[in-house]
Structure formats: C-alpha cells, structure tokens
C-alpha cells in the first residue's frame, strides 16, 4: 500500500470516528430531550391530579356544608311542625273546655228558671185538686186544667221530668224522707207518700221528691 492510500484511508478512519462520536452525541442529547419531556409530562400528571385533588375536595367540602344546611332546615321544620301540633292541641283543648263550661253555665242557668217555675206547678196542682167535682169540666176548671197541661208539656219538652215516688224503693239521690209512716199496702223501706213532687232536667235533680217512708 503506497503512503497516499494510508493517507486517504487514515482520513476516511477519522471521519468515521467523528460521525461515530456525533451519533453517540446525538444519541444522548435526544435521550436527555425524552428525558425531559417525561419530567415535564410527569410534573403536568402531578398538577393534573393536584387541580383534580383540590376541585374533589372543594366538591366535598361544598356537599357537607349543602347537607349540614339541609340537615338544620329539617331541623327546623321539625320544631315547627311540633309547636303547630302542640298549639292545635291547646287550643282543641281550650275550644272542649270552653264549650263544657258553656254547657254547664246554661245548665246552671236552666236549672235556676225550673227551680223558680215549679212553685207555679206546684199551685197549679193544689188548684185543681181543690176544685169540687161539680166543678170539674167547667168553663174555668177546664181552662185551668189545659194550662197546666200545656206547661207541663212544655217542660218535658226541654227535658223537665217528674221522679217517680210512691212504691219506689227510697233512694236519697231522688228522695228526701221527712216522715216515716207504717203500712200494710208496701214493705219497709218503700215510699209510701208524696208530699211535694220531685223534678229532674235532663238526668240531674232540680228538686228531691219529698217524701213519707214506710218504717
């Protein structure tokens, strides 16, 4: 081999030597380059699911805070719904009340006007009764008699009835014993006699029948 050929060989050596080391250069410059990229890609992931993290956390944060709301409006509802109950009670207690105690102060004040009509019956009664038989029929007898009809109707009609009395057993809750009398008509403990009749309005006594018992 002449020395140009070496020459020209050494050269082509070199070049392939240079190309070699820019390859290897190149190689390693595109390697760091990913290596970047990957950094870079990683760090946008961490961001990514940094910004996710937070936005999830704000969306909690804002579902507790909507729940806790929603949790003190029931709540509140709650209470109110109890106080309207317990009112209504109340006052359907107070509208019972005040409905009896309207009830008992017309009963009182019933009983008060019966009280004061039968002395009037009471005079209707012993009138007719001493009208003569020759009497009874008449004009003035008669008219008497339909009066006293009429006015006892009208009291059994708002619920005024006579007690019964005579061969009744006595019973304190209807009669009042003033006497004690023997007979061979009833037994012992049996009324025997009226001597003032007893009234009673609607279930309650106006007046006790006052009586004679047999002893």
Do not use: W
Not at 6 to 14: C, I
Not at 21 to 33: I, R, V, Y
Not at 103 to 111: H, I, N, V
Not at 140 to 168: C, H, R, W
């Amino acid at each position: 081999m002449s020395d140009k050929e070496k020459e020209v060989l050494e050269e082509e050596l070199e070049n392939l030597g240079e190309n070699g080391e820019e390859k290897e250069q190149a190689k390693e410059s595109a390697g760091e380059e990913e290596n970047t990229q990957e950094e870079a890609a990683g760090k946008e992931t961490e961001e990514k699911e940094s910004i996710e993290g937070a936005r999830e956390k704000k969306a909690e944060k804002k579902k507790a805070k909507a729940e806790k709301k929603q949790e003190a409006f029931k709540e509140k509802i709650e209470e109110l719904e109890d106080r309207v109950k317990r009112q209504m009670a109340e006052f359907d207690n107070f509208r019972k009340r005040t409905e009896k105690e309207k009830s008992q102060m017309f009963e009182t004040g019933a009983k008060s006007v019966i009280e004061k009509i039968l002395p009037v019956v009471d005079n209707f009664e012993r009138g007719l009764a001493a009208v003569p038989e020759e009497e009874k029929g008449k004009g003035f007898a008669d008219g008497m008699n339909m009066i006293y009809k009429q006015l006892m109707t009208e009291l059994e009609s708002i619920g005024v009835k006579p007690i019964e009395a005579v061969g009744q057993e006595f019973n304190p809750d209807f009669h009042n014993a003033v006497m004690q009398v023997e007979s061979e008509e009833f037994e012992s403990g049996i009324v025997a006699q009226e001597l003032q009749k007893g009234y009673t309005y609607r279930d309650s006594v106006v007046r006790h029948s006052m009586v004679a018992v047999v002893n």
